[in-house]
């Protein structure tokens, strides 16, 4: 068994490591408020540490899964960084959803120190994390690629390699534009539904089995009928990841009007005090 560090114990840290500690690994956790690190220790086993760095010391691979730019830099580049301990010839693997630019500024870092480094995000939620399924979307070399698949098995149903440094963050950019589009459209379809008096029951049997069904559909027009927004990925959350999409496009020249519409549209329900209910809460701006 490999000997471990997680940084980051939030919603979907804390599941990811806890599969990597049923795994039997030597697990040592690292959370900036300490007493979550305490609480998963009594609950799970392994270690905490008071640092990242600490953390990292003698690991054969270090997971993150932090909040933003400024989040991972700390704890990878920072004063009491893990890049400053790690061994060479470690991995290290980042499943936070952050910049392209960050990815690829600690792929160059990480190669610097003798480090092989991923970056990959996920798609699931937290259900995908707590079940063990989540979809990984990996940039990076094909050799820090391989070294992180048997480990990321522990909780990830697919994981794929889209290619050098900062690529997986791109790929995860694609992910949550193509969800904001198809949730406007349920949004816009369920409140239309709700207009011409049909019954929604018959009418999701009708669609979902057809062109225009989607996860979405499928998970969420029931819950989003009844006004039910508490399953998993926040809007505020969204927010930010749409606007790293639309970081990215306007250094690569691509052109994303809707999603920038949808992320204006999330501005209003985060107004409306729906910063933490889940993306679907995206129908709330729209009148019954």
């Not at 300490?34 to 220790?41: D, G, I």
């Not at 890049?83 to 160059?108: C, E, N, P, Y």
């Not at 050799?143 to 390699?161: G, T």
């Not at 790929?171 to 379809?189: D, F, H, P, T, W």
Request: glycine share 12%.
């Amino acid at each position: 068994m490999a000997k471990l560090a997680y940084l980051g114990l939030g919603v979907m840290g804390a599941p990811m490591a806890r599969h990597l500690a049923a795994e039997g690994h030597d697990l040592t956790v690292y959370n900036r408020s300490a007493a979550k690190a305490e609480a998963w220790v009594a609950a799970h086993g392994g270690r905490m540490a008071a640092s990242a760095a600490e953390a990292a010391e003698g690991a054969d691979a270090v997971f993150s899964c932090v909040g933003t730019d400024d989040d991972l830099a700390e704890v990878t580049l920072g004063p009491k960084g893990a890049f400053r301990a790690m061994k060479a010839g470690a991995l290290f693997v980042d499943h936070t959803t952050v910049s392209a630019r960050i990815a690829r500024q600690l792929g160059v870092e990480g190669k610097d120190h003798g480090l092989l480094v991923l970056d990959a995000p996920v798609s699931g939620g937290q259900a995908g994390a707590e079940n063990g399924t989540l979809a990984i979307m990996c940039g990076g070399s094909r050799a820090a690629f391989e070294a992180a698949q048997p480990l990321m098995q522990a909780y990830a149903s697919r994981m794929v390699h889209i290619g050098k440094s900062g690529a997986g963050q791109t790929a995860k950019m694609v992910n949550q534009i193509a969800i904001a589009g198809v949730v406007q459209g349920l949004s816009e379809a369920l409140r239309f539904a709700q207009a011409a008096d049909l019954d929604l029951d018959r009418t999701f049997e009708a669609v979902s089995g057809g062109a225009a069904s989607s996860w979405q559909m499928v998970n969420r027009w029931g819950t989003m009928a009844k006004d039910e927004f508490d399953f998993g990925f926040a809007v505020d959350w969204m927010r930010k990841d749409l606007g790293l999409a639309l970081e990215e496009a306007r250094a690569n020249g691509a052109t994303l009007p809707v999603a920038a519409l949808v992320d204006q549209f999330y501005a209003e329900v985060q107004t409306m005090g729906g910063g933490r209910q889940d993306t679907s809460s995206l129908v709330r701006r729209l009148p019954r």
